[in-house]
């Protein structure tokens, strides 16, 4: 089991930055992925970055590559998702996923890969 806990969301004008921040605690372990998905209003929860814990290879969906970078800090066991250049395309509420130990992802991930979430945190662009 392992519980996420997403902060450092806000209110941002266009072309300004964010770093959100994803605690993982409980049973953690390095052969699982780590990911980042948004939900705007209206719209579905999409893929935005992710890594295999494990690996070394880090995962972007078009619309932010470039722009975000996924990270992560092993002995605190937490992830960052450093958000530059941000557009109001990019509102949403954005959740930290986890998939199950032994787990990996590749390519584009997808929700289906991902068994834990955290309760996500809201990131607002405004124009």
């Known amino acids: 089991q392992v519980q996420l806990v997403e902060s450092g969301g806000g209110l941002v004008q266009a072309g300004g930055s964010l770093r959100l921040s994803c605690s993982a605690s409980?049973?953690?372990?390095?052969?699982?992925?780590m990911g980042w998905f948004r939900q705007a209003p209206g719209k579905e929860r999409e893929f935005v970055a992710a890594f295999n814990w494990s690996g070394g290879s880090t995962y972007y969906a078009d619309s932010v590559k470039g722009r975000f970078t996924i990270s992560r800090e092993n002995a605190k066991n937490t992830v960052y998702l450093q958000m530059n250049s941000l557009k109001p395309e990019d509102t949403a509420v954005y959740y930290c996923?986890?998939?199950?130990?032994?787990?990996?992802?590749?390519?584009?991930?997808?929700?289906?890969?991902?068994?834990?979430w955290g309760q996500g945190t809201q990131v607002t662009v405004s124009s």
């Open positions: 409980g049973r953690t372990a390095s052969s699982y992925a």
């Open positions: 996923a986890a998939s199950r130990d032994g787990t990996l992802v590749a390519g584009t991930p997808s929700k289906a890969d991902f068994a834990s």
